[in-house]
């Protein structure tokens, strides 16, 4: 099972191969950001994901990686937080651009990168 720690509402880090990678969106779901970029880093599609803030558990129930990455998330200022389904190009393109999520060398505090932007 992956935990992945959300603070606040759009930074998430998970730990993958020694390493912590955080993840930092400007819109959209940080949660479905940060599953797309476990698959680019090996994480194993059916690997159950425990999403945690301040170590409690946000869901009552964890789901698979490959759950969540096929997803993106909306806000919409009348209707609240929209979920649909990933097209094939906009899978492509989001494997593509993993390089905005950054790498924090092992006992040091996750450096933050460019903000993921997705919807």
Known sequence: MKTLALSGSTVASFTVGGRTHTVDVARGCVTCTAAREMLVQGVNPAEELDVRRDGEPVFTRCLPVAWWARWSVVEDAERGPIFRLLTPTEQT???????????????????????????
């Open 93 to 119: 393109h989001s494997a593509q651009s993993a390089s905005r999520v950054s790498p924090s060398p092992k006992d040091e505090a996750p450096v933050y990168g460019p903000s993921v932007w997705e919807g």
